[in-house]
């Protein structure tokens, strides 16, 4: 018995023993792979230094050449000079002796140049000859060839003319030397020249020059050989560097080469430094101000952000309206409350009672807010959802609002979203009206709700205090219409004003992707009139109003302060909350839209290299404490919200889930090397990533996460929170078939007659319809024929006919996208 016991006891204590060396094993493998990190940054660095090292010694090697090439130039001037002085020497030799023979002594030239020792030995060397007689003569002529003969011919006659009175003996002498001069440099001025002779002379001339400026080298400063000289020399002078102490930048993010530039100093080192703070950057890559300015600093130099008039200045720059200008405007009212206390009920009834009573026939549509008319008197009413996911955009409300309506139910009290609705308006400025629901339910105690509210501060004007409240029933109707009165009374007070003769500005209330109309967004405009046609700009969406449609269906041409309309013709979604301004000119709001779009990027840019050094930080110091950056894309903005809010709200000690990005339609290739580069993962509700998306997404290997419930991706994150994230099943995309025509059968419903674009598409597989990328039905097919017969599949490159499974708006240009589930194996 005890011997089983020790063998149990043993066995635990290899199995404990098994666990330690595994832990081990871990942490050695942890500790080799953040020692690799550590040397390739250290590689990296090193590298860095070699290429630094190496260019210094181009430059080097370079300077050195530079030099030698201009020793040896002044080398081979000071020879030419020499030369050339040699020359005139013996040319002045030359002449000197030739009156001798030839003309009298008063022609002789006058000035005596001197001749340098040297040159006269070698002169006399040279005019040796000369005292022979016409027996060298025809030897001459040979070596002159082969101008020779024509030089005797022509310059004969004139000597003939200048010397008459010498003897014929004489007379060829000259020619013989002209002859031989005509073959050095420096030429015979007199006498007639043949063509080539002077083209040769011209070639000449400038030695000549030379001479002539070698006599005072410095003291001339023009020039033909003195300026190439000079630019000869260029080498020699050595640059001093101009050395910058202070730097001007003027955007807000900058370029790395541009920075080069800005302060002086070699990419490299730049980059270097970049490393050193722990980026990695290219020379394109766009640093912060913050950034720069510190890379700057290690430099020793000052940095300064001069932002400069902005298109966004001149968008927000704007006249103050006159006082005559001003025209009275229903005030925007916003109701809020508690989850179930019947602000969906009370908006309805008020909507109902007055809407359709003054518009009989008008279509009611939801666009997220509307105008009640009571006695001639206009109120617009903002139509917030209630649900919690939605709160930051009913904080959002309260700004536009111009009064709030805090809702409670008269048979329960006031509850935490209550009090949240009290808090956002109150930080908002805006006067609260009090409506005290439910009324009708026999439970209801109005006297309690009022006790209740003054823990708030909020004092009934019945008790003394300066709170409205009043009794409602959104069931019967019962105190609506006082609720009407007390709200065009408090309006009254707050003398609301706006003028309605300039460009527009109002706020984004609503916006979405609409699959027929592209992006719609509900605008309530707060001051001017916004007109079809209108150039506007709200976020970074811009574009033209195309149309606009009111609160009842109705096409509308224009829209006055206070009013709200669904608009239709921006580029992209705008965001709820936006700020919306219609613009002079097209341009303007384009570039407005870039500037925003740059400004956007440069603070993901500063999140993305907070959370990197923050992550590095953390590491070291506490160990274990992580990111968990997401990037959020879906087809409405309300489920972006509400996506981003319950994601975020999962963040634990351990760790942080961050939304990086968060936006409204098709996963883009942007979107996903932001994720790359954040290190994220994408989330996509109701939408799909277009091909350019996948495609990158498989190159820089960023997990890309489809939900089309909320509560599933929740699951999903926690789970890989916990590190558990391994789905049983994973999805395998087999085809894809465009729809080319649908035909409606009646006892089938629509069928699509598709062309299979790649992989298959399968009966017995499941299927989704994508219209712009965005997921419109998900579930099976129906049937799948080939002609008139049913098939089990439809390879790539053929037709088919098929219809999905209680689906029936199929339209030309969907996509099918066909799939099956494959199981994987834990
Ligand atoms: N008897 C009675 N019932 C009401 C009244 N107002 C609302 N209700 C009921 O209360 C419930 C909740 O009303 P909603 O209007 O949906 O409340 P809500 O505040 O909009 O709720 P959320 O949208 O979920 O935040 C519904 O069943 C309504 O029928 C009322 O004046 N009298």
């Not at 003309?103 to 030239?109: D, M, V």
């Not at 959802?385 to 939605?390: C, L, N, S, T, V």
């Given at each position: 018995m005890s011997k089983i016991k020790i063998l149990e006891t043993n066995k635990s204590l290899l199995t404990n023993a098994q666990g330690i060396f595994n832990r081990i094993l871990e942490m050695q493998t942890e500790a080799d792979s953040q020692l690799r990190d550590i040397k390739a940054i250290e590689a990296k660095i090193l590298d860095i230094e070699k290429l630094r090292n190496e260019k210094a010694r181009q430059e080097k090697e370079e300077q050195q050449r530079a030099e030698e090439e201009a020793k040896k130039l002044a080398q081979q001037k000071a020879a030419e000079e020499k030369a050339a002085a040699e020359e005139e020497a013996r040319k002045r030799q030359e002449e000197a002796k030739v009156p001798e023979n030839t003309?009298?002594?008063?022609?002789?030239?006058k000035e005596k140049v001197p001749v340098p020792k040297e040159t006269v030995i070698e002169e006399k060397v040279s005019v040796?000859?000369?005292?022979?007689?016409?027996?060298?003569r025809p030897k001459a002529e040979e070596t002159e060839k082969p101008m020779g003969k024509e030089v005797i011919a022509e310059a004969a006659p004139k000597q003939k003319r200048e010397t008459a009175k010498k003897p014929e003996k004489n007379e060829a002498k000259p020619a013989k030397k002209f002859a031989n001069q005509n073959a050095k440099?420096?030429?015979?001025?007199h006498g007639k020249k043949s063509k080539k002779q002077m083209e040769e002379d011209r070639g000449k001339r400038p030695k000549i020059k030379e001479r002539v400026f070698s006599i005072d080298d410095d003291d001339f400063p023009r020039g033909s050989r003195k300026r190439r000289s000079n630019k000869k020399q260029q080498p020699k002078t050595v640059i001093e560097p101009i050395k910058i102490e202070k730097a001007v930048i003027t955007e807000e993010t900058i370029s790395v080469k541009l920075f080069s530039e800005k302060i002086g100093k070699p990419v490299s080192e730049i980059l270097k430094k970049l490393l050193l703070l722990g980026m990695m950057s290219t020379i394109n890559s766009q640093i912060d101000f913050d950034t720069a300015s510190l890379v700057a600093g290690e430099f020793g130099i000052e940095l300064e952000q001069k932002i400069e008039k902005t298109a966004e200045d001149i968008l927000i720059e704007e006249a103050p309206d006159l006082e005559e200008q001003l025209q009275k405007r229903p005030p925007i009212v916003t109701i809020m409350g508690h989850v179930d206390h019947g602000k969906t009920s009370l908006l309805d009834k008020i909507r109902q009672s007055k809407v359709t009573e003054g518009e009989a026939g008008g279509i009611t549509q939801h666009i997220g807010a509307y105008q009640v008319e009571l006695n001639g008197e206009k109120i617009t009413f903002i139509d917030t959802?209630?649900?919690?996911?939605?709160t930051a955009m009913r904080a959002r409300g309260a700004q536009v609002t111009d009064i709030a309506i805090i809702v409670v139910a008269a048979d329960d009290g006031i509850m935490p979203q209550t009090v949240e609705a009290i808090n956002h308006a109150k930080s908002a400025d805006v006067p609260i009206i009090v409506a005290v629901n439910k009324i009708d339910r026999p439970n209801a105690n109005v006297q309690k709700i009022m006790q209740e509210l003054t823990e708030h501060d909020l004092l009934p004007e019945e008790w003394g205090g300066e709170t409205i409240v009043v009794p409602v029933s959104a069931k019967t109707g019962e105190g609506i219409d006082k609720l009407l009165e007390m709200i065009l009374l408090v309006a009254e007070v707050q003398e609301l004003k706006a003028n309605p003769d300039r460009l527009a500005k109002g706020t984004i209330i609503e916006a979405q992707l609409d699959k027929g109309r592209g992006p719609v967004a509900t605008v309530l405009v707060e001051t001017g009139t916004l007109r079809t046609g209108d150039t506007i700009i709200a976020g970074t969406a811009y574009g033209r109003v195309r149309a606009m449609v009111n609160d009842i269906g109705q096409n509308v041409s224009e829209a006055l302060p206070s009013q709200p309309v669904e608009v239709i013709g921006f580029s992209e979604v705008p965001v709820a909350g936006d700020i919306l301004h219609a613009t002079p000119a097209d341009k303007l709001s384009k570039q407005v839209a870039e500037e925003r779009k740059d400004k956007q990027k440069a603070e993901i840019l500063k999140k993305m290299t907070k959370v990197s050094l923050d992550d590095l930080f953390n590491q070291i110091a506490e160990g274990q404490i992580k990111d968990l950056n997401i990037v959020i894309k879906a087809d409405v903005q309300g489920s972006v919200e509400a996506v981003r809010q319950s994601l975020e709200k999962l963040s634990n000690d351990e760790v942080r889930v961050r939304a990086i990005h968060c936006g409204v339609g098709a996963i883009t290739e942007t979107d996903v090397m932001l994720a790359s580069a954040a290190n994220a993962i994408i989330i996509g509700f109701n939408v799909r990533p277009d091909n350019m998306a996948q495609t990158a997404a498989e190159r820089e290997k960023v997990d890309i996460r489809l939900y089309r419930i909320i509560y599933k991706a929740i699951e999903d994150i926690t789970a890989a929170m916990k590190g558990m994230l391994e789905p049983e099943f994973e999805e395998l995309v087999i085809g894809h078939a465009e729809v080319r025509q649908t035909f409606k059968v009646s006892s089938v419903g629509t069928i699509a007659g598709c062309y299979v674009t790649d992989g298959m598409i399968r009966r017995n597989a499941q299927a989704r319809l994508l219209r712009d990328n965005v997921v419109i039905y998900e579930g099976a097919l129906s049937s799948l024929k080939r002609f008139k017969d049913d098939a089990k599949e439809v390879a790539q490159g053929y037709e088919c006919g098929l219809s999905l499974e209680r689906f029936d708006d199929i339209k030309e240009g969907d996509v099918i996208e066909c799939f099956e589930m494959h199981e994987i194996a834990r």
């Open positions: 003309q009298p002594k008063e022609e002789r030239p040796a000859p000369k005292t022979e007689t016409g027996s060298k440099p420096g030429g015979f001025e959802p209630g649900h919690e996911a939605f």
